[in-house]
């Protein structure tokens, strides 16, 4: 679900938002959800690469480089890639640009160079990603909830989003060597923020409700069965797996391994597809952690996250307080 805008500036296009304002107390309690929503995460307009046109690279000339973020040019607020292809469109001299880098703000003269009608600063530009993920918990307490089980792209692309309304269209199943998918729309509906990226999953405030049947959170997952909730068909359904390897020291989003046993999901999917990232597993009547990848050469199997591990990292970002 990606754009590239090509014109004298290029451009990678999408959306963004906000912070929590209160530590809520450590869940013992969460919903498992397994719900696919939309997501869309940016960070403003940010410098992905350098070009040159005839030999002319104003950009680079002006002293910018790649991951530098655009906050305006020619005293016009840039807050999308439209604002800065009118921008540099609209401009007759040399432009001001007030950039970020490194968390600090600085300033560069850049001189387009014109060409055939063309106005040309040489950037690429990316301002967000949106795709589809699912939903791992819900916190009734707090409205707070986790998904993914892995950042969206990276972390450098910021922590603010938005979660969204989607509808599922296909899955793309998966084979050896070639990972599958759901596909689906992400749509208009806002349905609540994020304000954490980070490598064991995405975090923030959604309205959900209608979901209840909260259960244990436990920190100590074991090899053996369990299960995954999860709606590659647009329906909650619980699948059977197997977790094969716990690593108790993992600190990203390979905290165990698990194998999909169930037939329904492979003769559907192939196993883990790409959509499916944050399906929650529970085990022994507990919420233990969420899908997080798949292996290329098997898609029955994949990695997962340990539930302990993303709530550990909504305490080190102060949703939650850390546990006593």
């Known amino acids: 679900m990606k754009k590239t805008i090509k014109i004298a500036v290029a451009a990678l296009v999408l959306s963004l938002l906000s912070?929590?304002?209160?530590?809520?107390?450590?869940?013992?309690?969460?919903?498992?959800?397994?719900?696919?929503?939309?997501?869309?995460?940016?960070?403003?307009?940010?410098?992905?690469?350098?070009?040159?046109?005839?030999?002319?690279?104003?950009?680079?000339?002006a002293g910018l480089l790649p991951g530098d973020?655009?906050?305006?040019?020619?005293?016009?607020?840039?807050?999308?890639?439209g604002d800065l292809v009118g921008a540099v469109a609209e401009s007759d001299g040399a432009l001001i640009a007030v950039c970020e880098r490194g968390g600090e703000e600085f300033t560069a003269t850049i001189e387009p160079y014109r060409t055939g009608g063309?106005?040309?600063?040489?950037?690429?530009?990316?301002?967000?990603?949106?795709?589809?993920?699912?939903?791992?918990?819900y916190d009734p307490a707090s409205g707070v909830f986790g998904a993914l089980g892995h950042p969206v792209s990276d972390e450098s692309i910021g922590d603010r989003g938005e979660m969204r309304d989607c509808e599922l269209t296909g899955v793309l199943r998966g084979k050896p060597g070639e990972p599958g998918e759901l596909t689906g729309e992400v749509g208009e509906s806002v349905l609540g923020s994020i304000t954490v990226n980070s490598a064991v999953g995405i975090f923030g405030t959604m309205d959900l409700t209608g979901f209840e049947g909260a259960i244990p959170v436990s920190h100590s997952a074991h090899t053996g069965q369990a299960e995954i909730i999860a709606s590659p068909d647009g329906?909650?359904?619980?699948?059977?797996?197997?977790?094969?390897?716990?690593?108790?020291?993992?600190?990203?989003?390979?905290?165990?391994?698990?194998?999909?046993?169930?037939?329904?999901?492979?003769?559907?999917?192939?196993?883990?597809?790409?959509g499916l990232s944050?399906?929650?597993?529970?085990?022994?009547?507990?919420?233990?952690?969420?899908?997080?990848?798949?292996?290329?050469?098997?898609?029955?199997?994949?990695?997962?996250?340990?539930?302990?591990?993303?709530?550990?990292?909504?305490a080190e970002r102060g949703i939650y307080e850390p546990a006593a």
């Open 278 to 314: 944050g399906s929650p597993i529970v085990q022994d009547g507990k919420l233990v952690g969420a899908v997080t990848h798949v292996l290329i050469s098997d898609p029955t199997r994949g990695y997962a996250v340990s539930i302990g591990r993303m709530l550990e990292e909504c």
């Open 235 to 274: 329906a909650r359904h619980r699948y059977t797996i197997e977790i094969t390897r716990v690593y108790p020291e993992a600190e990203g989003a390979k905290s165990m391994m698990v194998r999909v046993t169930d037939p329904e999901l492979i003769a559907m999917t192939g196993g883990i597809v790409q």
């Open 118 to 137: 063309e106005c040309y600063i040489g950037v690429w530009i990316r301002d967000g990603i949106s795709g589809i993920g699912t939903v791992t918990f």
């Open 19 to 61: 912070v929590p304002a209160l530590a809520w107390d450590m869940p013992t309690e969460l919903v498992p959800v397994g719900e696919v929503r939309g997501i869309t995460v940016g960070t403003g307009l940010v410098i992905t690469d350098l070009g040159e046109k005839n030999g002319h690279s104003p950009a680079r000339e």
């Open 69 to 81: 973020k655009l906050i305006s040019l020619g005293g016009k607020r840039l807050e999308s890639a």
